[in-house]
């Protein structure tokens, strides 16, 4: 196993290389789960050209022990539950965190992305990216929704991941790239050495950054 990242961007970039070792087709997207997805996303997109934006997810947390995952939901009404959790909950508890965080999620969609719309990804290679995968139940919400957009192609894409999280997705997408799956895992941030909180603000910047490299690399790649 490597020694840890430095930080998220330092993942980004050695993902990144890893992607470009690997055929994800032409006009990818990149879509970061946030918040700590998009810094990792950031470089990825840059390394590829491919326009980033954010795709969000939100973890349900367990009533009383909101760290427990069990479950989360993505855009479109997409809902994924841990059966083995869950059947703990009374179901009008789950019902009520779930309404709390689509509320969450809906607004930072707006708030993240300014006004901007979002990247269509219809016939499209989608590349899903997180800081890392431990359980994945953010990630499989993730792959469910962006599948409701019938895109080309899903590629799930971590710097470090449990390794047999990792197996489990190589059986619901097209492609995983994971240049790091230490074993004992623990947690993702544990293999790296800076892993602040990533902030709002930070997220809105970042994606404003992308947004603009971009549309100037389109406009420089179209001559206007």
Known sequence: MRQPYRDRREGGRVLAEALLQEDVGERPVVLALPR??????????????????????????MPGHEELAMGAIGPGGVRVLNEEVARFVHPMEIEQVAAREQA??????????DGREAVPVEGRTVILVDDGLATGASMRAAVQAVRQMNPARIVVAV??????????????????????????????????????????????????????????????????
């Open 36 to 61: 700590g997805g998009v810094p990792v996303a950031y470089e990825v997109a840059k390394a590829l050209g491919a326009p980033l934006d954010v795709f969000v997810v939100r973890k349900l947390g």
């Open 159 to 224: 710097p470090v991941a449990a390794r047999e999280t990792c197996e489990e997705f190589r059986r619901l997408v097209d492609l995983v790239v994971c240049p790091a799956t230490p074993d004992p895992f623990y947690a993702v941030g544990l293999w790296y050495e800076h892993f602040p909180p990533t902030s709002d603000e930070e997220v809105r910047e970042l994606l404003a950054a992308a947004h603009e490299e971009f549309e100037a690399a389109q406009s420089k790649r179209t001559g206007s």
């Open 104 to 113: 969450e999620l809906e607004r930072r969609e707006r708030e993240y992305r």
